[in-house]
């Protein structure tokens, strides 16, 4: 009988979201993957069902957190373990990571903008500081057109922002702050365009 080394390794011939880890060293987030997935694979004998069923844990054991903010069933999930890696599912498919912040640093960091879920996955993990940066880069660009167009004070440009997106929810003006410097530049010419026609 097989080994569950050995039907790890089977099933990484035909699963690349695994294919990077150890077999003899799993994350809890594979761990959890693989008995979600396989412990009823048509794939696997049955034998090898019931061997990834007894070996792994249940996918909630180590859950330390889930965050969504699209309750659709397609919709991009983050599921966070107690040992700091993450199940990150997809409507392209799963991806799988040892450390959740490396995650972080590789696909979300680059592009300097974050979706509210990423924020509260980086909130989760001790990345405070980098979704500050982000909403700093908003409030930056935002003032740097008021200063420019209207020839506001970059002081002042927090208070205009705060007046001029009241008519929006919170998460709506959450998740333009958390554009960044994009977003920023965007509603400051939306901004100064409307600026302009009061004052003239």
């Known amino acids: 009988m097989k080994t569950i080394h050995q039907v ?22 594979v761990r959890a993957y693989l008995h979600h997935n396989y412990r009823m694979d048509a794939r696997l004998t049955d034998e090898e069902q019931q061997l990834v069923e007894t070996s792994f844990e249940h996918f909630a054991d180590n859950l330390r957190e889930t965050f969504q903010d699209d309750p659709r069933p ?68 935002f003032a740097h057109v008021l200063h420019r167009d ?20 919170d998460s709506a003006c959450e998740s333009i702050v958390l554009g960044g410097s994009e977003s920023g530049r965007a509603e400051g010419i939306r901004f100064a365009s409307e600026y302009s026609v009061t004052n003239a």
């Open 8 to 29: 790890i390794q089977e099933i990484q011939c035909f699963d690349p979201a695994i294919r990077a880890f150890d077999a003899h060293d799993l994350p809890q987030s």
């Open 74 to 141: 397609d919709a991009t999930r983050f599921y966070l373990f107690d040992d700091g890696s993450l199940y990150v599912k997809t409507n392209a498919g799963p991806e799988l990571w040892a450390d959740a912040q490396v995650f972080v640093v590789e696909r979300i960091l680059p592009s300097m903008r974050l979706t509210r879920l990423e924020a509260d996955l980086m909130r989760e993990i001790g990345m405070d500081d980098q979704v500050s940066e982000v909403r700093d880069d908003f409030y930056s660009s």
């Open 150 to 169: 209207c020839g506001i004070p970059h002081c002042d440009a927090r208070e205009h922002w705060n007046a001029f997106s009241r008519q929006l929810g």
